[in-house]
DNA sequence: AGCGCTTACGTAAGCGCTTACGTACCCTAG
DNA sequence: CTAGGGTACGTAAGCGCTTACGTAAGCGCT
C-alpha cells in the first residue's frame, strides 16, 4: 500500500536534521537528552516542513490520547452550549480535540455514548446534565469511569454528582433556597414548581431547596404545587398549564431550568396572564437569553462557561485518591419577571 | 513498554476464534474471502470479549479515518448550536465522531483551526458559518481545502458558498427579499437595516435581497438606512441604538440574523418603544427561541438541524467534478414583531 | 592510567490494525 | 487424470510514531 498522506513525518524531519528518528522525536516533544543546538534545528526543520505530527501514530505508540470527550444531552440547549463552548474554549488552548455527543436526556443511550467514547479510547471524558435516579443506571455509568480510570482515562462530571470521579458541582439546594426565599420575601404564599423529570438528581436538590426555605419560615409543604414535566420550553409550557388548571390561587411559578422559565412565560403570555403583576416567575441558570426575554427573567446564574473549563481543568490534573469537588458559585439575580405577589 | 490499554485486541478475537488476525478483520469488516460460517464464528467471539477496535490503529494502517471535524463560529450561539445538533445527529448515526472547534468569528483563527483539523487527520471537515469578503483569507481556505480534498479528504460548507467545496446554502437574497416585501406590504416606508459586519458574504448576499425588493417597488435605496455592527446580540443593542438615534423617522428594522433581532428588541424595549406598534423588527434563521421572544419574532425560517444533516451526507458522499450546491428550503414565518407601519 | 558515571544520541521493538500477496484446497473442464 | 481457476485462509509488511535499551564519547576522580 502506498503512504496515505502526503505530510512530512518524522523521518522526514529527522532526514533533514540528519539525527535519528529517536532524538527527532525526542527534540519535538520537548524531552531531555538532547542539546539544545541538535533540538533548535529539528525544530527548525520541523517548522519549515510543516511538521504536524500524526496524532493517529502518536497515539498508538505511546497509549496517550489527546482527545477529550463530552457528553452532554443536546447541544442546542443553551444551558448545555455555553458549558460546551467552556470546554472547547480550553481544550482549543491546550491542544486538545473535543468529540461531542448527545445523549438526547436517555439514560440507556448516554450510557452507550460513554461505552462508545471510551471505546474510541478518548483520555478524557467529560459528563453533564443531570445525574439520574435509577441506581441501576448510575451505578453502570459508575462502574465504566471507574475502569476507564483504573487505565488511566481521566473524568469529570459537570452539574452532576455520585459518578464517584471529579464534579464541577452547583450548590443546586441553595439556589433553591434562594429563589423560595425571594419570592416569600415579596409576599408570595402560594408558590408552584414546574420541575423537570422526577427521575433526576438536579431536580430533587433544587426541589430540596426550595422546601427548606418554605419549612424555616414555617410553611408547610404541602403549599408548594409540584408538577414535572422535562427540562425544556415544551416541559415547561405543559407544566404552566396543568398549575394554572389544577393551582388556580399561585402567584408565583419557579421554573427549575431556564427552558422550562422560557416555556411558563410563553404559555402565560398566550394565557393573558400579567408577569409579574399577577404571576411572578422565576428560572434557573441564567443562560445568556434570560436577559433579553419580556420580561427578563429572575433566576439562580450559574457561570455555565466557567463550568466547562472547570472541569476540563480537573480532569487534566492527577487523579486524586477521593475524588474532588468543585463548587460553583450562584447569584440571585433579580430582573423584570418577579414583583409582589398580587393583593387577594 | 506494556500494552497500553487492557482492551480486547483483534489478536485475541482472532485466538479465540481459531483463525488468523487477517481472517478476523475481514470479518469483522465484513469484506468477501470468508465463509459465513467463519464469520459468524468470529463476529460471536468478538461480541463475548466486548471487541471494539481501535480507531488510531485502524486509522494509522487504513489511512481512512471516521471522525468527522466541525467548525463553527461560537457553539453557545443558538444559530450553530442547531446545525451542530443535527451534524452530531447523523453523525452519530452512522458511527461516526464529531470534533468541534470554535473559530469565534475571527478568519485568521478559523483558518488555523481548519489547518490544525486537517492535521488531525480527519476524513471529513464541515465549515459553517458566513464567509468573508477577503478575498486572501478565502483563497488560502480554498487551498488548503483543496489540498485536503486531492489526498482524499471530504469537505462541504454550511450556509457558506465560494469555497469550492459542497455546500447546503440557504437562498439569504430570497430571505431578505421577502422580508423587505413583507414590510413593505404592510406600508412601512422607512426601513433599516441592522446587519451584520461588512466584510461577510451572508451580510452581502440578504441585503441585496432587501435591496432589490425596495428596487422593484420603485423605492430608492437610499431610503434604506443600513448600519453595520456583528451578528450578535450586542450587536443588535447597537445598531438599534445607532438607528434610533441616526435615523428617527424609522419605522422597521430588519436584523439580517435573529441574534441581532434579539438585541434590536432588547434595545427597543428598555428605550420604550412599543413593538410593532411604533416599530416592527424581522429577524433571519428562525432559531428556536425566536416564537418563545415577547413579542414573538417575525422572521425568516432556515431548517438550520436538517442544514447540518445534509452537509454531511453531502460530505459522506462521493466527490464529484464540479461541487454541488444544496439550497435549502426557508420560509417567512409572520409573528407578533411586525404590524402596520404607523399613520404619521 | 584506569575506573565509573553522566550525557547525547542511535537502534530497534513494538502499539493494533489493514491489506497485498502467497498458499492450500476444491471444483470443473478437457 | 491433470491443468486451470476460483475460494478461503494465512503470512507478513507496513502505517508513523514512542521509548527501552545499547553505545560511544566526555568528564572527574582516585
Redesign the pocket.
Known amino acids: 500500500?502506498p503512504?496515505?498522506?502526503q505530510r512530512p513525518?518524522?523521518?522526514d524531519v529527522a532526514e533533514h536534521a540528519?539525527?535519528?528518528?529517536?532524538?527527532a522525536?525526542?527534540a519535538?516533544?520537548g524531552?531531555?537528552?538532547?542539546?539544545t543546538?541538535?533540538?533548535d534545528r529539528i525544530r527548525q526543520v520541523a517548522r519549515e516542513l510543516g511538521?504536524v505530527?500524526?496524532p493517529y501514530?502518536?497515539t498508538?505508540?505511546?497509549?496517550?490520547t489527546s482527545t477529550v470527550g463530552l457528553i452532554v444531552h443536546q447541544v442546542d440547549d443553551p444551558y448545555f452550549s455555553e458549558i460546551a463552548a467552556g470546554v472547547i474554549q480550553l481544550a482549543s488552548e491546550q491542544g486538545l480535540l473535543v468529540q461531542i455527543c448527545q445523549s438526547g436526556r436517555d439514560p440507556d443511550y448516554e450510557l452507550q455514548q460513554l461505552r462508545h467514547l471510551i471505546a474510541q479510547r478518548v483520555g478524557i471524558v467529560l459528563i453533564s446534565g443531570s445525574g439520574y435516579d435509577d441506581p441501576r443506571m448510575e451505578s453502570a455509568a459508575r462502574a465504566e469511569l471507574a475502569a476507564f480510570q483504573d487505565h488511566g482515562g481521566r473524568a469529570a462530571a459537570i452539574g452532576r454528582h455520585a459518578l464517584g470521579v471529579d464534579a464541577v458541582l452547583p450548590d443546586n439546594e441553595a439556589g433553591g433556597h434562594a429563589l423560595a426565599q425571594h419570592l416569600m420575601d415579596l409576599g408570595h404564599r402560594r408558590i408552584a414548581v414546574a420541575a423537570g423529570s422526577a427521575g433526576l438528581t438536579t431536580v430533587a436538590d433544587r426541589l430540596a431547596g426550595v422546601s427548606s426555605a418554605l419549612r424555616e419560615r414555617g410553611r408547610s409543604p404541602a403549599d408548594l404545587a409540584v408538577v414535572h414535566s422535562d427540562f425544556t420550553r415544551g416541559g415547561g409550557r405543559a407544566a404552566a398549564e396543568q398549575i394554572l388548571n389544577d393551582h388556580p390561587e399561585t402567584t408565583a411559578i419557579i421554573a427549575l431550568n431556564d427552558a422550562m422559565a422560557m416555556g411558563v412565560l410563553s404559555t402565560l403570555r398566550s394565557r393573558r396572564v400579567p408577569v409579574p403583576t399577577r404571576m411572578s416567575v422565576v428560572g434557573f441558570d441564567d443562560v445568556s437569553v434570560a436577559a433579553d426575554l419580556a420580561p427578563s427573567l429572575t433566576t439562580i446564574r450559574l457561570p455555565m462557561t466557567e463550568m466547562g473549563r472547570t472541569a476540563l481543568t480537573l480532569a487534566l490534573k492527577p487523579r486524586t485518591a477521593r475524588p474532588r469537588r468543585r463548587p460553583t458559585g450562584h447569584l440571585l439575580v433579580v430582573r423584570d419577571s418577579t414583583g409582589p405577589a398580587p393583593r387577594t
Chains 1, 2 share one sequence.
Open positions: 500500500m503512504r496515505a498522506s513525518r518524522l523521518v540528519a539525527v535519528s528518528l529517536a532524538t522525536s525526542r519535538l516533544a524531552r531531555e537528552g538532547v542539546s543546538e541538535v533540538a511538521y505530527a500524526n501514530a502518536r498508538l505508540a505511546s497509549g496517550a
